[in-house]
């Protein structure tokens, strides 16, 4: 099974609707996406009010090489909203394969590149 962005974000909204800590569940899921050897490279943002604070957080992770100003590598991304009992949350995913797994995703046409 291969991880799609849209995947990572349906997953993340899911755990902020039964209020888990954004900490609690991000961190997991950097620490694999970290270890995962077909990813070169990750950025999560997160912004909106996750808790009862008056101003919305703005949070972002980034881990090994993502290049957003190149197109010699395709970056998968995905934009995620939700509206929890406190307002809105959108959560925004960029995650850049090595080239031997895109050209797998080509051949199984997982992605319309």
Not at 4 to 22: A, C, D, M, N, Y
Request: with cysteine; hydrophobic share 40%.
């Amino acid at each position: 099974m291969i991880l799609t962005p849209k995947l990572l974000g349906e997953f993340i909204t899911r755990k902020l609707v039964q209020r888990h800590r954004l900490r609690d569940i991000l961190f997991p899921i950097m620490r694999s996406l970290g270890k995962n050897e077909a990813i070169s490279g990750f950025k999560i943002t997160c912004s909106g009010r996750y808790t009862r604070a008056d101003r919305a957080m703005y949070t972002w992770y980034r881990s090994g090489k993502i290049s957003l100003n190149t197109v010699s590598r395709p970056i998968l991304y995905d934009f995620t909203e939700k509206s929890l009992k406190f307002g809105m949350v959108s959560i925004k995913i960029w995650l850049q394969y090595k080239t031997k797994v895109i050209k797998e995703m080509k051949r199984r046409e997982l992605l319309e590149v």
